[in-house]
Nanobody, 124 residues
């Protein structure tokens, strides 16, 4: 019903930059929160950053000052600008959307969705 398609991952040297994008498509009215999670090998998936529809942002401590999350509500797209990348940022990055209002018969419901993930590798 709602699809999230990520792009922008890849291989980058330490200190480099990447920009991830995630576009939502499907039959829905609005999305409350969009965010990025990451999962490194052998570790649990963790929140990286999220942004609410009013622009309020939240960042996990390890990426503060290096990553910036932004959102284009008209395009239903969320971005993650990653600067000063470190080897420990290597992970699969997943886009998440929550509080998605969708039509269900004569009413609405709220759902969440995940993207398929995009690999980010920071290595020299």
């Amino acid at each position: 019903q709602v699809q999230l398609v990520e792009s922008g991952g890849g291989l980058v040297q330490p200190g480099g930059s990447l920009r991830l994008s995630c576009a939502a498509s499907g039959n829905f009215f609005s999305i409350y929160v969009m965010g990025w999670y990451r999962q490194a090998p052998g570790k649990k998936r963790e929140l990286v950053a999220q942004i609410i529809s009013d622009g309020t942002t939240t960042y996990t401590g390890s990426i503060k000052g290096r990553f910036t999350i932004s959102r284009d509500n008209a395009k239903n797209t969320v971005y993650l600008q990653m600067n000063s990348l470190k080897p420990e940022d290597t992970a699969v990055y997943y886009c998440n959307a929550g509080g998605i209002r969708v039509p269900v018969a004569i009413r609405t419901d709220t759902i969440s969705a995940w993207g398929q993930g995009t690999q980010v590798t920071v290595s020299s």
